[in-house]
């Protein structure tokens, strides 16, 4: 599970099995899948991971975290910011 955030204080919420490379994606301008990230321009930065022992449990956390609907609650929260 990871947070990137790009140079607006913008967050993008998601989950992958190879953090590197999904993090490249969100800066990759011809990856096509990118539909929030790609409106909202980037370079866009990692700024928090959690592993989790499965996908169930990282997506369980994903969806906790975009329940918040608060850059504010990721910012005090998690970042300490």
């Known amino acids: 599970m990871y947070i ?10 998601g989950q992958t099995e190879n ?6 994606e969100h800066n990759d301008p011809s990856h096509n899948e990118r539909k929030y990230t790609t409106k909202h321009a980037g370079p866009w930065t ?5 592993e989790h022992t ?3 449990s990282a997506m369980a956390r994903e969806r ?5 609907k608060s850059a504010r ?4 929260t998690l970042l300490s910011r």
């Open 4 to 13: 990137v955030e790009n140079g607006a204080g913008r967050f993008y919420v």
């Open 19 to 24: 953090l590197e490379c999904r993090v490249a």
């Open 46 to 50: 990692l700024v928090w991971h959690e």
């Open 54 to 56: 499965d996908r169930a």
């Open 64 to 68: 906790q975290i975009k329940g918040m």
């Open 73 to 76: 609650w990721i910012r005090e």
